[in-house]
């Protein structure tokens, strides 16, 4: 067995010696063709795609190539040299590339493209918990996809915790504990902590201004 490494024809030599000594040799002029073969390959943008930016831009970067083929890791793909797609999700998918030579040879390129679970979220500096239905209590706004061990903690200027939840969505409405007494207009402390969807810690410290 031989393995040729470079594509061209090849002239055979072959020396034959029978079972009672004698020799001989032949030699047979471009018996063997070995066709060209693509080669597979692509890079992609942005680096670190994430459910804030889905969308990636692939490049081919494949030689000697007439046809390409993709998988997108999630049952789709395309037959474009340079596509565009848009992950459904976060999480990891293997993207590969097929390329076929006019040989009829042909090559693959593997990628895994790990689309990020971002988080987009942040702290008010105000609000008024007047009754009127408008900013009437204290929440951060933003993205949180998959986060655990969520906490809001609200203190006064003087330590005493007003408020505390474990519910992202919950907010102060401006009394102890939601149900106490009113606390007046000032300056409070605000403390978020959190994981992040693969375990990574978060803590968001502000001030919100109450006023009435």
Do not use: M
């Not at 474009?80 to 459904?88: E, Q």
């Not at 606390?183 to 375990?199: D, E, H, K, N, S």
């Amino acid at each position: 067995t031989y393995t040729y490494e470079n594509a061209g024809t090849f002239t055979v030599g072959v020396d034959i010696t029978s079972p009672i000594g004698c020799q001989t040799d032949t030699t047979f002029n471009d018996l063997i063709t070995v066709l060209p073969s693509p080669v597979a390959g692509f890079s992609y943008t942005p680096e670190r795609p994430s459910n804030l930016c889905p969308e990636v831009r692939f490049l081919d970067e494949s030689q000697g190539a007439i046809s390409w083929s993709w998988s997108f890791g999630n049952n789709q793909g395309s037959s474009l040299p340079s596509p565009t797609h848009v992950f459904p999700d976060t999480g990891l998918y293997e993207v590969r590339q097929i390329v076929r030579h006019p040989s009829g040879c042909q090559d693959t390129a593997l990628a895994v493209i790990d689309v990020f679970p971002e988080v987009r979220y942040y702290l008010p500096n105000a609000f008024t918990p007047n009754g009127d239905g408008t900013n009437d209590e204290y929440r951060g706004k933003g993205l949180l996809p998959g986060a655990t061990n969520f906490q809001l903690t609200i203190w006064n200027r003087w330590g005493e915790r007003l408020f505390r939840t474990d519910d992202p969505f919950a907010g102060w409405n401006g009394r102890k504990n939601n149900v106490g007494r009113e606390a007046p207009p000032g300056v409070y402390l605000v403390i978020v902590t959190f994981r992040g969807p693969r375990g990574e810690p978060y803590e968001l410290k502000g001030q919100a201004t109450l006023i009435r």
